[in-house]
């Protein structure tokens, strides 16, 4: 069978269990595929195929000795280079790091591996998740599978590329400002950010902690509900996660829409949107409509100031949080210096690529003494409003429902030169991590070049019933993707 | 508001970071426009609005004061890159 890495989650599962099909013969199917077709897509940072036999070779044993198995038993995915995987290098595509091998796993990983799942390989990103193209990688740029001369998106590039390219048949990501849902729409496949709070940060290497969330990239919503019911819950090594909230997201894969609300905010239908994009959000907006929703005008009146929020936030909890790398615990040292303060200097400077560095420098400056009233605070109270905006919204909705990107994947250097027009790009996706709220991103249509569109639907804090539901009915009504690209 | 290169060499040196000349003047002029764009902040009126540094209405998260298994030492050391007899060597401070 030439065909094992076209089936979904679920239909390998049902496979698995039926013994029509092995997780070994799957998992070799997807290592062979890596071989040819990863050479062009450049995906990985880091294949770990014998710890992957081995695990496949776990899940046979589970599925005959008729011990628990679970939806993930036996499904090859791919895992962001961010996410701490005991004994496998966890290098977040920077030099910093090139060499760390963490001693422990992150709370999502030891989930997946609870469940039985097999890991493929760790997978390219923007350094330090600082970037919307993978072009910020210290090692290489991820290739759009779709068109090898366009980025997969970023900062998750690797994880959506994964997908589409059939490199795995799921992969985790993080989304700090849009970094897994602006991929998943570069790439046509589903991207999920979920609540803050919901998926255990513990583990995943710190970017701006009051924004990252862990989330799955998959070739179906459905996919996508089953990746959630593995990673999701309270974990006690993450403070920030949230007890008591637990669902079974496959449930609320329910056919239809009658009577639900959903918000169109007129702020992101503006001006500047690339028209393939519009018209194919407005379609998917008529087959909601179709379905029996109730189409609600909403207004989130500070989504213009989202960039500028987004820049002193987040990367003022960045320039803290990278204060780590000081070339004495772990990563990179530099090897020549006179005194402790030089090897700071020169660990830092040699070790960080120059996005990261940028980044640091702004986070540092606004934080610094008589800037922080007039950036830190002032964009902390901002944030505020932004919390305010969708709150009002999700008064007189359930939904919201935009585009994920103002326009489809752009080519490998097209933005590197301008640092804010590149920032620009993450326009509709940032408020969400502003407001900690959950977003999915799902394939929508195509644009005149071939390159997938993907539309976001938000939801209120918690409720990612109503967002599952939504995504699930949408994707039935446009279709979904059937012919994945062959790069 | 601009900053000038020897304001961007003193926000270096708070951030651990050294550049050549060159390269200062270039982080210069990229902060520069940077804060030029996220000036359009100061046009939000946010009078008496409370700042929010974090999405989820949580502080002070408590946990059992018990013993539970920590890393042991050579596993916290495995990636240093220079170290001795069970710990951390860095350069001499006194």
């Known amino acids: 069978m030439s065909d094992l890495t076209r089936l979904s989650i679920k239909e390998l599962h049902d496979a698995y269990r039926a013994r029509d099909i092995s997780p070994v013969e799957v998992t070799q199917a997807y290592l062979e595929r890596i071989s040819s077709v990863d050479t062009k897509v450049k995906a990985y940072l880091t294949v770990t195929g014998d710890l992957a036999i081995q695990q496949a070779q776990e899940a046979v044993r589970r599925f005959e000795s008729g011990e628990q198995v679970t939806p993930l038993t036996g499904i090859p995915l791919g895992i962001k280079d961010l996410l701490c995987t005991q004994g496998v290098k966890t290098t977040c595509a920077s030099r910093m790091l090139e060499n760390f091998i963490p001693p422990y796993n992150a709370t999502v990983v030891e989930r997946l591996n609870g469940q039985g799942a097999v890991m493929l390989g760790k997978l390219n990103m923007d350094e330090f998740a600082m970037g919307s193209s993978t072009e910020n990688s210290a090692f290489h740029c991820t290739h759009n599978p779709w068109d090898l001369s366009r980025v997969p998106g970023g900062s998750s590039g690797g994880s959506s590329a994964a997908v589409a390219a059939r490199l795995c048949a799921a992969s985790l990501g993080s989304d700090t400002g849009g970094s897994i849902r602006q991929p998943a729409s570069y790439c046509g496949v589903v991207g999920l950010k979920p609540t803050y709070g919901r998926v255990s940060r513990f583990g995943l290497i710190a970017f701006a902690s009051s924004l990252d969330q862990v989330g799955p990239f998959t070739r179906d919503v459905t996919d996508c509900a089953l990746l959630m019911n593995a990673i999701a819950g309270h974990d006690t090594k993450d403070s920030t996660s949230v007890a008591g909230k637990d669902m079974d997201y496959t449930q609320c894969l329910q056919k239809g829409l009658k009577g639900m609300r959903c918000g169109l905010p007129q702020e992101y239908f503006i001006e500047g949107v690339q028209r393939d994009v519009r018209e194919a959000v407005e379609r998917a907006i008529a087959a909601l409509k179709d379905m029996g929703c109730e189409i609600v005008p909403v207004s989130l009146p500070h989504t213009p100031y989202a960039v500028a929020t987004y820049y002193i936030v987040a990367t003022s909890e960045a320039s803290s949080n990278l204060s780590r790398y000081d070339g004495v615990k772990y990563g990179f040292r530099a090897s020549e210096y006179a005194n402790l303060l030089e090897m700071y200097k020169k660990t830092r400077s040699a070790g960080f690529g120059p996005e990261v560095k940028r980044r640091i420098m702004l986070g540092s400056y606004s934080l610094s003494a008589g800037y922080y009233d007039a950036f830190y605070k002032k964009a902390s109270q901002v944030r505020a409003l932004f919390k305010r905006d969708f709150d009002n919204a999700f008064n007189a909705c359930d939904v919201l429902i935009t585009p994920v990107a103002p326009t489809t994947a752009f080519k490998i250097g097209e933005k590197t030169a301008d640092p804010i027009q590149m920032y620009l790009n993450d326009i509709f996706t940032i408020p969400v991590n502003l407001a900690g709220i959950p977003a999915i991103s799902i394939p929508c249509g195509f644009d005149g070049n071939g390159l997938p569109i993907g539309v976001q639907i938000m939801a209120d804090a918690f409720r990612e019933d109503n967002m599952f539901k939504a995504a699930y009915n949408l994707e039935q009504a446009v279709g979904g993707i059937q012919n994945w690209p062959e790069p | ?94």
């Open chain 2, 1 to 94: 508001m601009r900053i000038t290169p020897d304001e961007a060499a003193h926000v270096a040196h708070l951030a651990r970071l050294s550049f050549s000349e060159e390269e200062l003047q270039q982080y210069t002029g990229h902060l520069n426009a940077i804060l030029e764009y996220v000036a359009q902040l100061q046009q939000v009126n946010t009078d008496g609005v409370e700042p929010m540094s974090h999405p989820l209405a949580i502080a002070n998260v408590f946990r059992q004061d018990e013993m539970l298994s920590s890393l042991a030492n050579e596993n916290a050391l495995a990636n240093a890159p220079q170290k001795d007899d069970g710990a951390f060597v860095v350069p001499k401070i006194i």
